[in-house]
Each structure stands twice: as C-alpha cells, then as structure tokens.
T-cell receptor
Framework: KQEVTQIPAALSVPEGENLVLNCSFT??????LQWFRQDPGKGLTSLLL?????REQTSGRLNASLDKSSGRSTLYIAASQPGDSATYLC?????????????FGSGTRLQVQP | NAGVTQTPKFQVLKTGQSMTLQCAQD?????MSWYRQDPGMGLRLIHY???????DQGEVPNGYNVSRSTTEDFPLRLLSAAPSQTSVYFC??????????FGQGTRLTVV
C-alpha cells in the first residue's frame, strides 16, 4: 500500500527566506505527483503537477522536483512571503489503471512571519 | 476552484439521519471522486467513478453510497450518519492527463 509522508509537519520562517518542503512515498510505481496548497477552511488549489517521466516543474517562485527511484519530491519556495502561509499537500497517483486515485500526505503547515 | 461545485458548504446532522452531498462539474472530466479530510490524516478516498454508470470503492467506503447517472454529477449519500463521519468532504475531478481539481469542500458535523 502506497504511503506518503511529508516532513516537516509544521514550519515557521521569516519573510524572504527560501525554503524546502519534503514529500516521500513508499512505492515508486507512480503515474504523477501533484503539489497542492490549502488555506484554512478552504479547498485544495493545485500548484504543480509532475509526470513520472519529468524531473521538475516550475511556476513562478515555486519549483518542484521528483526523484521517482528514491521516492522523493521537494517543493522549493523562493523568497517566501506572508501570503504563502498555508498548508501544502503532496499527492501521488497510482500506476494501477482505472483508479486514478491520489494518495495524500498529511501536509506541511507553513507560516511566513512578516 | 472553478469547475467543481459542492453543496452544501456546511451541514449538521443528528446521528442516524441520512443526507446527500452534491458535487457538480462543468469541465466534462470523466473521473470524479470523493475524499474525506480528517485532522492529521490527510485526505482519504471514499468512492470514485471513471465515467457515467461506473463507480467503485476507495479506501474508506463504509457508510457511504454513490451513483453516477450523468457525467456532470456525482452525489455522495450518507445512509445513517454517525459521529465518526464528522469530517470535511471534498469532491475532485480529473481528465485523462490533467491535474486534479477540487471543490471547496463540505464541512459535516454529526451530533
């Protein structure tokens, strides 16, 4: 059974710092990996989607990498801002056909101090 | 979260009551699913559907029913609500090679 772990569970940094959020998964037979942002009391907003054949994806100040063989992904946030404060979730999609289900980590709760 | 509409946003039920959580999409994606989110446990898959007329169980299906009569709608039914079903419920949609899109969630409390 696929398990997804996110470390750290919570992180507090001063504004302007570059930071890295970690995601690891136990079964490397994934189709893709997706990073989400969730604000308190809100739904999930997709940030980046990395296909299994890709090594990284970039969007603005965000960069996500994927090392499928070692079962790891990182989300790099450059020059953090208070508006980046949220919970960040990673999720992997199984290779098994049909289900297209996502297995989620428990998230990293990020607080960026002004 | 354009494209996925969940209703209601909040609901309080008494133990034993039944209700239906609605999910509607306007993106014509074939894959729809329901997740529940509990503190410290991430999101867990309840049921999913790969197209109209096809549904299947996810990781935590007990106590829930689904149906998919159209591409647009995927309602989740609680047959007899229990306090353990207090949670936030999310509906998600996905195309063949697209990212997953989530609704805003339904916060359910069973007393």
């Amino acid at each position: 059974k696929q398990e997804v772990t996110q470390i750290p569970a919570a992180l507090s940094v001063p504004e302007g710092e570059n930071l890295v959020l970690n995601c690891s998964f136990t079964d490397s037979a994934i189709y893709n990996l997706q990073w989400f942002r969730q604000d308190p009391g809100k739904g999930l907003t997709s940030l980046l989607l990395i296909q299994s054949s890709q090594r990284e994806q970039t969007s603005g100040r965000l960069n996500a990498s994927l090392d499928k063989s070692s079962g790891r992904s990182t989300l790099y946030i450059a020059a953090s801002q208070p508006g980046d404060s949220a919970t960040y979730l990673c999720a992997v999609r199984h290779m098994d056909t049909g289900r297209r289900a996502l297995t989620f980590g428990s998230g990293t709760r990020l607080q960026v101090q002004p | 979260n354009a494209g996925v509409t969940q209703t209601p946003k909040f609901q309080v039920l008494k133990t034993g009551q039944s209700m239906t959580l609605q999910c509607a999409q306007d993106m014509n994606h074939e894959y729809m699913s329901w997740y529940r989110q509990d503190p410290g446990m991430g999101l867990r898959l309840i049921h999913y559907s790969v197209g109209a007329g096809i549904t299947d169980q996810g990781e935590v299906p007990n106590g829930y029913n689904v149906s998919r009569s159209t591409t647009e709608d995927f309602p989740l039914r609680l047959l007899s609500a229990a306090p353990s079903q207090t949670s936030v419920y999310f509906c998600a949609i996905k195309g063949v090679n697209t990212e997953a899109f989530f609704g805003q969630g339904t916060r359910l409390t069973v007393v």
